[in-house]
């Protein structure tokens, strides 16, 4: 196994047990309670964005564009903890910015699906094709869902996740 088939394997593993851990921390928000999973997700998710910056690239790519946002909104989590347990407003931003974290490792995952998985890369070749938009679409729906139902949890409760 080469170096780099090793290092997408870490990486890849990162990501999806952030996605995992990821699940129970937006359901938490959504009612209004902590998790426990909150600070392991926050780092797998900033060390998967931190590894995608070391594979082979030549240039921007859009992945480099999606990291740098994914580790903004991840700092965005973490002011929100320091300043959330006085500020409403910090607490939604918070739970909002940990939502965007999920929805960043399943839009990745989902594009990375459509590139790798020969079913669903033949009904979207080069991505931009309806089944992905679709796909993409419904997820990004499901997230902004989520998203308000957990800013309005937040704010409400006062809980920090």
Not at 98 to 123: D, M, N
């Amino acid at each position: 196994m080469s170096i780099l088939t090793a290092f997408t394997l870490f990486h890849t593993a990162l990501s999806l047990v952030a996605i995992v851990l990821g699940i129970p921390v937006v359901a938490a928000l959504t009612r209004g309670a902590p998790s426990a999973f909150t600070k392991s997700f926050i780092l797998l998710a900033a060390l998967t964005s931190i590894t995608g910056f070391f594979f082979p690239f030549k240039g921007v790519t859009p992945a480099i564009v999606v990291g740098v946002i994914a580790l903004i909104v991840l700092a965005l989590v973490l002011i929100g903890g320091k300043r959330g347990a006085v500020s409403g407003g910090w607490r939604v931003t918070r739970s909002a910015s940990l939502v965007a974290s999920l929805w960043f490792l399943v839009f990745v995952a989902i594009a990375q699906s459509f590139a790798k998985i020969p079913a669903l890369h033949a009904l979207a070749p080069t991505q931009k094709e309806p089944p992905f938009g679709v796909a993409q679409l419904v997820v990004l729906a499901g997230f902004v869902v989520l998203g308000v139902a957990a800013g309005r949890k937040s704010r409400r409760s006062g809980a920090l996740a």
